[in-house]
């Protein structure tokens, strides 16, 4: 291995390998699932710490580290592995680059087992500070410039950012509940409007979700208050989802 060039990883946020880490399975000897390993940089860190890791993603050609199975596909497409193959399934700043959301999560969780975890980092769209810029711009953060339509890798841009309300109802609605919400890091300059604004957005969320009308829908609106008013989602850089496959 040491004539191999290790591989790099390529997010612009390298923090998130070292917390998603720290948010594997504890068991020793896991099965882990690294879905658009790139150049295999996580898929290398999660083999050193004893997990046996497998790979996947649309490009063969990238992945650079030997020892850890690999298997190429189009990621909005199957995944070409069994049901319940492993205990955690890991995805890093790929949610983002995909136009079928919906079949990558329905994938994510069918070769989750069950009780297994579904880790997911996608840039925090719903941040104070994004929704400023948003406000201001009329661009995402995530996407803060126009994409370019004559890339032939159109992909590599961020074309399609999901936010946190997304993300509950796909892991809901395809047999997961989410369980953990971190951040790689609370932003800057989300901490004094966060103080200032926090209650005014807590009293119009309520207000919104648990009105009478709503009696039935209570549980589920409940479920969204809590994460949606969550200190990672309002102030943190990369939304970092840590999800359960119940069913």
């Known amino acids: 291995m040491s004539a191999v060039a290790g591989p790099r990883g390529i997010t612009f946020q390298p923090d998130i390998y070292p917390k998603v880490l720290s948010l594997l399975p504890a068991q020793p000897g896991a099965r882990v699932l690294d879905v658009g390993a790139g150049e295999g ?18 490009q063969q050609q990238l ?20 049901d319940e193959s492993f205990d955690c399934v890991v995805s890093i700043e790929v949610l983002e680059h995909l136009e079928n959301h919906t ?16 880790i997911l980092t996608t840039p925090n769209v719903l941040s104070i500070p994004s ?4 406000f201001l711009y009329g661009y995402t953060d995530c996407a803060p410039l126009p994409l370019d339509p004559t890339r032939d890798d159109y992909y590599m841009q961020h074309i399609n ?5 997304e993300i509950l109802f796909l ?8 369980v953990e919400l971190h951040t790689n890091r609370i932003r800057k300059s989300a901490r004094l409007p966060m103080l200032l604004l926090y209650p005014l957005l807590a009293l119009a969320l309520r207000g919104k979700l648990l009105r009478r009308k709503y009696a039935e829908a209570k549980p ?14 309002l102030m943190g850089r990369i939304t970092i989802a840590v999800g359960r496959r119940v069913r």
């Open 220 to 233: 589920l609106h409940l479920r969204h208050l809590r994460w949606m008013l969550h200190r990672a989602n």
């Open 41 to 58: 940089y996580f898929a290398r860190l999660a083999a050193e710490r004893g997990y046996v890791v497998e790979a996947c993603d649309f």
């Open 131 to 134: 929704r400023w810029h948003f």
């Open 161 to 165: 950012p999901i936010s946190l309300p």
């Open 103 to 118: 079949r990558f999560m329905q994938e994510l969780l069918r070769v989750t087992r069950r009780g297994g975890t579904i």
């Open 63 to 82: 992945f650079r580290w030997p020892g850890v199975p690999f298997h190429q596909a189009d990621l909005n497409e199957a995944i070409p592995l069994p």
């Open 171 to 178: 892991l809901e609605r395809f047999g997961g509940e989410l």
